[in-house]
Every structure is written in C-alpha cells, then in structure tokens.
C-alpha cells in the first residue's frame, strides 16, 4: 500500500483495498450487508478501490477514486443505498496529506 501511494500506483493501492475489505469481510468476519454492499456496488460502478474502515460491524467505507467522478458515483450510491436499506448514506470528502509530524516552534 505505502510503496503504491509512494510511486503513485493508484489501482495497486485501490487493489489493496478491495482485497482487504474482503478479507475482513470473510476472514475476519467483522463487515455487515450495508458496508459490503457498499464496496461491492463501487467496484461494480469501476472505483479505484474501497474497504471498511473503524471500529468494524458498520464503520465507514474508504473510497479511492479520481475527484471528478465523486457526484455522479454519490448520486448513484446515495440512490442504490437508500433503495437497498431504507438509509441515507453520508459521504465526506478528504484529501491524502503528509500526515501527522513534529514542528519547531
């Protein structure tokens, strides 16, 4: 995952989190019908990657794909969601920083 995100390798990375959502979703046995339908249903509308991420048995979904795809893929989601579970599904948007280091004051 680091060496994808490192060498922009992005369908490497969005690889990654489709095969570990599905280890935690059938090895692990820690995802549900909504966040497996979820990332299911992304890599079906073609998603770069996807996974479950949080405490598990729910949590959120981690979506990698290019911005300006985001409107109509949540449009979509937000509609197939909705029909699936009777539930309005959230989306927030996030860019991938440097993360956390030390300064100097």
Do not use: P, W
């Amino acid at each position: 995952m680091i060496e994808g995100l490192e060498s922009n390798q992005f369908q490497r990375v969005g690889d990654s989190l489709f095969e570990t959502h599905e280890s935690l979703s059938k090895n692990f046995e820690v995802s549900c019908d909504e966040t497996d339908f979820i990332v299911s249903h992304l890599m079906n509308l073609g998603v770069i990657g996807a996974r479950m991420i949080g405490g598990g048995f729910g949590g959120c979904v981690l979506v990698l794909d290019k911005q300006e795809r985001f409107d109509k893929i949540s449009d979509e989601m937000k509609k197939s969601y909705q029909q699936k579970f009777n539930i309005a599904l959230d989306f927030y948007k996030f860019q991938i920083s440097d993360g956390v280091k030390e300064i100097s004051i």
